[in-house]
């Protein structure tokens, strides 16, 4: 599997690519179960059910279907410099839209706070054919699959590793910060300095937390923010302006214009 993603040329034979995936057994037999039952409420609609790629710049190509990008706004910048990295798709998200963050409650937080830094074109993300587009942004799951009670293991996260390693490596030129939604995100980016910068990462690692910022000379920043789940902004743990707040950091350390 490392071999395979590390052979991909670029973003959109990623996306085809991860979406083959078979790696992890656990993980597709739930996916695909997901995709059977279905809830209730999706109960006419067509589940996605396989690996979710990451979404936006610079061509916003959707990975579902390989539907080519909607139109691009107007001045929008299409080279990545902001990455966003998620934990893995929801069930009944990004597993049945087939686009990361997509389709759930954390999608609805997450894009109306991009859409607020002027990084998304809309506000909403419900469909893999809404026209979002990202200006700058690309964003990306360490797992790329759909986990039991959201909990991808350790393993499963280590098997996923190489398409998250290569996305970075096709979008190294342009990125310049990371902004890590949650503590497991946090955790999977330290491997990338190895694999894809070649640099040792710090020891020992810093610690997660909302706003925590790390910087190297040899790669791009990372930020910390709570994950954008529903435990987080239900309870006040995370609000609107702690959000912006991440978003306008994340802006000026990309200089996005
Ligand atoms: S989690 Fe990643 S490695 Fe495992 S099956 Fe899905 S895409 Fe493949």
Request: with cysteine; proline share 9%.
């Amino acid at each position: 599997m490392a071999d395979h993603a590390a052979r991909v040329a670029d973003l959109a034979g990623l996306d085809a690519a991860v979406s083959d995936c078979f790696a992890c057994p656990r993980l597709v037999d739930w996916r695909e179960e997901v995709a059977r039952t279905k809830r209730a409420a999706f109960r006419d609609q067509d589940y996605w059910g396989r690996p979710v790629p990451g979404f936006g710049a610079p061509d916003n190509r959707t990975g579902r279907g390989g539907a080519g990008p909607p139109a691009t706004p107007p001045g929008a910048a299409s080279e990545p410099r902001i990455g966003i990295l998620g934990l893995a798709p929801a069930a009944h998200g990004g597993n049945r839209t087939g686009r990361v963050f997509t389709g759930d409650r954390s999608g609805d937080v997450l894009f109306a706070a991009l859409h607020r830094a002027g990084l998304a074109n809309q506000p909403t993300s419900v469909a893999a054919d809404d026209g979002l587009a990202l200006t700058g942004t690309r964003i990306f799951a360490a797992v790329r699959c759909a986990p039991p009670d959201n909990k991808p293991t350790p393993a499963e996260r280590d098997t996923c590793a190489p398409w998250l390693h290569r996305e970075v490596e096709l979008i190294r030129p342009t990125l310049r910060v990371v902004v890590a939604l949650g503590a497991f995100a946090w955790a999977a980016w330290w491997p990338v300095l190895r694999q894809v910068y070649g640099v040792r990462p710090p020891s020992p690692r810093p610690l997660f937390g909302h706003g925590a910022h790390w910087s190297g000379s040899a790669a791009p920043a990372l930020l910390g923010c709570y994950h954008v789940s529903q435990q987080n902004t239900f309870t006040g743990r995370l609000t609107t302006e702690m959000l912006d707040d991440v978003f306008t950091r994340a802006r000026q350390l990309a200089a996005v214009d």
